[in-house]
């Protein structure tokens, strides 16, 4: 009766292409081969294996010749001769195969099996075998060399000699006395043989090696019509082929087939990943250079090529041919051909095969069909195995039997026919490696024959990682990223005194952490390739594939290159046009004003002379008509917010009062128009009175009915010239430039990136939103590097992993991207008229509609951002995106804190912060990525990179302080209308704290700066309504001097006397 094994931990020796998992004290080592990409270093421990990513490929079975072992003693043999004890059960029995042909085709005769034991010689695997396939090793002198090798592939194994007798220059000589010394059992996933009877081409998953007699020979003259090299061709022709197949379905049901291909001795070949979806992939293969290739399943009736649908088994005519059409990408290979095979099973000499008919057709019109055989492995079906292996130790006493096992992790089994474990026991007394089946309780896996091409070796195959403990009465092997001791033993004891939380906790945890191993998500298949069936009818509309197709002479880089420098060009005439053709002096901006608010003219107004007898040519640019006011400006009574400045232009000269905006001003005259901007001329006229309201052009002015010491009006003409704003054909021209890029050029993702970085800047900084005007461009150039690094962050981030899943469908990326694209760029134009300008509570109470739009705004995010949760979660990523989310939102909450600093979240900062969360292949990704894209560049072109924190001044700008307020002590009760009004004093309070005295408003001009607490009505008009505001005042320091320079503080709102005596109060609050 078997014992049940005792684990014995190998010695693990790392290497990037190789993991060998040594066992010394029973001569076994186990050679994994790293898949997937994976790339151990050296010198990992066990536990430091990414496991799943390691495929077992060979076995070492090691003796120590006597010869050797006698030899070595006391001397400085190899390490690697002392370290291996002697495999501990003889004698092996390796069955040899039978069907074996000299070179002149005459059957060989030889035995079934040879047992091989410690002693046995070369001359008896000679005698058995025959001569071997391959041979080599004995040169040199007989200290350091290596021994004699051979390989008889035929039978599936290689015997390394061992001993003097296989070293040094006359080793072959004496080689038929050497002893072994090391078999080598290539670790292949079952005997080839013909495909099973229930595999067929709905599901192809499985492992194949081509057949090349049974295939037609003209591999090499396809190879060589392609443009493969002399030395790839030979290794492909000579070498043996094998493809590993991944058939799946994904969650839209579409079928995707991954293949690694790789040639004899594990070198790679091609790795390819195909969509049956017929849609046309560009693909760089480093054999076959840029393809273009499309897959399908297809009835073989609709084929018009006879040898593609003719041979086929009736399953395989039922269920579909697989066809895989591909064409070199001649714009950036210089090649010409196409391969267009179909796949299926086909009876080849009685026997179910896996078949290729190849239908070539190369650069001089060369027409080759090629029928292209494989062989089926058992264990195909396995998918990606996770190996480790466990081996006992020799025991001492020699009748007790010694037991290994090896178990294949796998992650993925399918349909495997036995439940059971299968161990194979090794004793003294066995002639051959014999199987015992157990099945331990509560494991649940099976088992299959791993073999070579006749030596059997039985593994078992664990369905469940975490069920190796059922097996081996210890925990399993710790992995790489596991749950730290200390937390483990805190969420056990946890568990003990929760037991109900705590199982809702894990349940939660397990749903965010999503699947495991982390997934990839498909591309999305394109919607405007229409091959769908509708009340009986067959749509057939290949839009995407049909642009592609037409398009592809326009693909080539050079053409993008001569795009690029016309695109340069044609942007510095447009700008020179735009901004430099008129006197720099000459432009104004939107807000451009001649008076400043409050007391900002100073004593009198004197600081915004001359008052008349001036005039000005300016040019404005366009859409001025929505540039408003963001805090309340008073004017006389009456408080202005977020609309334009205009004040007057009522009377028939179109008078407006001084503090009006003159590009706003001028549009409502008619001088210039909003779309386009334009230039006039304006004359100052000094002192007027009653400013009339009127509306015109969509602008409506407000009133002002006494007198203001500083108005304009417009002139009939201006030397100025090229006064139009060409905003709006720069924007024309940029978006048919990018999607022009997305659809018809088509360059490599990572180009046609950074082209929408380069023209989406440049575009607000020299048309949409510049610094300026005219465009400062020594900022624009100091922001632009920076804005580069943070692009370079953006690609590595996310948008390396969408862009490129789009490339099949450049119409649809063309919209899904530029159309949030240009959103994001034209902010000024699109989030800034929504009635929300700061996310602070006194801005949202200011404007109507504001609390109604933030409620919308945060209803869509919070609905894309549960939508993008779900995404990730579905990749396995959720936990390390809310990780990192969850550190950043620390450190804005620790700025958020920083005393006398307020946290401002720019728009570019939200871009910066939302753009990794996008980095998964679907459609509202791709609209997100360029919609925050288009916000980023915005923000930074147009702004600079505005602090993350700013000063209460900052954000208040032209706002009230929040001071203390003056007290008038004059009001509507005390006012005597009896008195003259030349005579009329108004009165205030004494001075309030902090402040050193006040400044009095007179008609919204300072007339009074000092400590007095009362001011004549000797200087004004009684036949005019009045309005007087009060603030305090901080005087000019460090002599304290009462001038009118000084920092004022909230001005009061305006208390106002009519011209018949009747006194009104100021409202409460400041002005």
């Not at 013909?194 to 081509?210: F, Q, R, S």
């Not at 009362?1014 to 309504?1025: A, H």
């Amino acid at each position: 009766m078997m014992g049940r094994p005792q684990p014995v931990e190998p010695e693990v020796k790392s290497y990037s292409d190789a993991v060998y998992l040594n066992y010394y004290a029973i001569g076994l080592s186990l050679l994994f081969a790293p898949q997937k990409g994976y790339k151990p270093t050296t010198g990992l421990k066990l536990a430091d294996l990414t496991v799943d990513k390691l495929l077992l490929d060979s076995i070492y079975i090691y003796n120590i010749p006597k010869q050797s072992t006698e030899r070595t003693k006391g001397t400085s043999a190899r390490a690697a001769e002392r370290a291996y004890s002697a495999y501990p059960s003889f004698p092996l029995s390796l069955s040899i195969n039978p069907d074996v042909k000299d070179k002149d085709n005459n059957p060989l005769t030889r035995p079934q099996k040879l047992d091989v034991g410690a002693d046995t010689s070369g001359k008896d695997f000679v005698q058995a075998l025959g001569e071997p396939d391959r041979k080599g090793g004995g040169a040199g002198p007989s200290s350091g060399s290596i021994g004699i090798w051979c390989e008889w592939s035929r039978d599936g194994f290689m015997v390394e000699f061992g001993g003097d007798e296989a070293k040094g220059p006359q080793a072959w000589e004496r080689g038929k006395d050497a002893i072994w010394k090391i078999i080598t059992i290539p670790y292949t996933y079952s005997d080839i043989m013909a495909a099973p009877a229930d595999l067929n081409v709905l599901d192809i998953t499985g492992k194949y090696v081509m057949n090349k007699t049974l295939s037609d020979q003209t591999t090499e003259q396809i190879l060589t019509l392609q443009g493969v090299g002399w030395l790839t061709r030979k290794a492909i022709v000579y070498g043996t082929v094998t493809l590993a197949i991944k058939h799946t379905k994904d969650d839209e049901g579409i079928e995707q087939i991954h293949i690694e291909q790789t040639l004899t001795g594990g070198i790679p070949g091609t790795t390819e990943d195909r969509t049956l979806w017929w849609k046309e992939r560009e693909n760089e293969d480093h054999v076959f250079g840029p393809v273009v290739g499309k897959s399908r399943r297809v009835k073989a009736a609709e084929l018009d090529i006879p040898f593609l649908k003719e041979g086929w088994t009736p399953d395989t005519v039922e269920h579909g041919l697989i066809q895989s059409y591909v064409e070199s990408n001649t714009p950036k290979s210089g090649r010409v051909w196409i391969a267009n095979q179909t796949w299926g099973m086909e009876d080849i000499n009685g026997e179910r095969r896996y078949v290729r008919h190849v239908k070539f057709t190369g650069p001089k019109a060369e027409d080759i069909e090629a029928k292209l055989v494989y062989d089926y492995t058992h264990f195909g079906n396995i998918g990606n195995c996770r190996s480790s292996s466990r081996a006992v130790k020799p025991t001492a006493n020699p009748s007790d039997s010694q037991t290994v096992v090896f178990v294949a992790t796998c992650s993925d089994i399918h349909d495997l026919p036995s439940p059971d474990i299968t161990e194979y026991d090794s004793s003294p007394s066995s002639s051959q490696l014999s199987s015992t089946v157990k099945r331990p309780a509560g494991l649940s896996s099976v088992s299959r024959s791993l073999s070579t091409s006749k030596t059997n070796v039985n593994v078992a195959v664990e369905e469940r990682p975490y069920e190796l403990e059922s097996l081996y009465r210890d925990p399993p092997p710790s992995r790489p990223g596991h749950t730290p001791p200390w937390l483990v033993r805190a969420s056990e004891s946890f568990g003990r005194t929760n037991p109900r939380l705590y199982g809702w906790a894990r349940k939660s945890w397990l749903y965010v952490k999503g699947p495991r191993p982390k997934v990839d998500l498909h591309p999305p298949p394109p919607l405007l390739d229409i091959d769908s069936h509708l009340l009986g009818h067959h749509i057939v509309a290949p839009i995407e594939s049909t642009i592609i197709k037409a398009t592809r002479p326009l693909t080539s880089p050079w053409l993008f290159v001569l795009l690029v420098v016309a695109y340069i060009i044609g942007t510095a005439f447009f700008s020179r046009a735009q901004s430099f053709l008129t006197p720099a002096e000459s432009f104004i901006g939107c807000t451009s004003t001649y008076w400043l608010s409050n007391n900002g003219c100073g004593q009198d107004g004197l600081a915004c002379g001359p008052f008349d007898n001036s005039t000005f040519d300016f040019r404005c640019p366009a859409q001025c008509d929505h540039v408003i006011l963001q805090n309340p400006r008073t004017i006389g009574d009456e408080q202005v917010a977020f609309k334009p400045l205009i004040v007057g232009g009522g009377d028939p000269n179109g008078t407006y009062r001084g503090d009006s905006f003159i590009c706003a001003a001028a549009i409502q005259a008619g001088v210039i128009s909003n779309s386009k901007g334009g230039c006039g001329s304006l004359s100052l006229t000094g002192n007027f009175t009653d400013f009339i309201p009127f509306s015109s052009h969509g602008l409506t002015s407000l009133g002002f009915p006494t007198v203001f010491p500083l108005s304009f009006q417009f002139g009939d003409s201006t030397s100025l010239t090229h006064c139009n704003d060409l905003r709006d054909g720069a924007l024309a021209y940029n978006v048919l430039v990018t999607s022009a890029l997305f659809i018809l050029f088509r360059p490599k993702s990572i180009v046609l990136y950074w082209s929408l970085i380069c023209i989406g800047f440049w575009h607000v900084v020299l048309f949409s939103q510049p610094m300026g005007p005219p465009p400062k461009l020594d900022l624009a150039f100091g922001t632009f590097l920076p804005v580069l690094f943070i692009a370079y962050g953006f690609w590595r981030l996310a948008f390396r992993f969408v862009l490129p899943a789009f490339r099949s469908m450049p119409l649809e990326s063309c919209v899904l991207y530029l159309s949030g694209f240009w959103v994001g760029i034209l902010n000024n134009l699109t989030f800034d008229r929504l009635p929300l300008s700061r996310l602070t509570s006194s801005d949202l109470h200011k404007r109507s509609g504001a609390i109604a739009t933030l409620v919308v705004l945060v209803v869509i995010i919070v609905l894309a951002a549960i939508n993008q949760i779900r995404v990730i979660r579905k990749t396995g990523w959720l936990p390390y995106y809310i990780g990192w989310y969850i550190a950043g939102g620390l450190v804005a909450l620790v700025l958020a804190l920083l005393p006398d600093l307020s946290f401002r979240l720019h728009h570019y900062i939200l871009a910066i912060v939302l753009i990794p969360g996008t980095a998964f292949p679907t459609r509202l990704s791709a609209i997100y990525q360029g919609l925050l894209l288009g916000l980023f560049l915005n923000g930074t072109a147009a702004f600079g990179f505005d602090s993350i924190l700013q000063t209460a001044a900052d954000l208040r700008q032209d706002a009230p302080l929040g001071s203390d307020l003056p007290v008038w002590f004059t009001n509507s009760t005390n006012y005597n209308t009896s008195i003259p009004f030349a005579n009329q004093t108004i009165v205030w309070d004494a001075l309030i704290d902090g402040w050193d005295g006040f400044a009095l408003l007179v008609d919204d001009v300072q007339r009074y700066a000092g400590t007095a607490l009362n001011f004549s009505l000797v200087s004004l008009d009684s036949s005019l309504p009045h309005f007087f505001r009060l603030a305090g005042l901080e005087l000019t320091k460090p002599y304290k001097q009462y001038t009118s320079q000084g920092t004022a503080g909230d001005f009061t709102k305006a208390a106002t006397l009519f011209p018949n005596g009747t006194w009104v109060n100021p409202l409460p609050g400041p002005s």
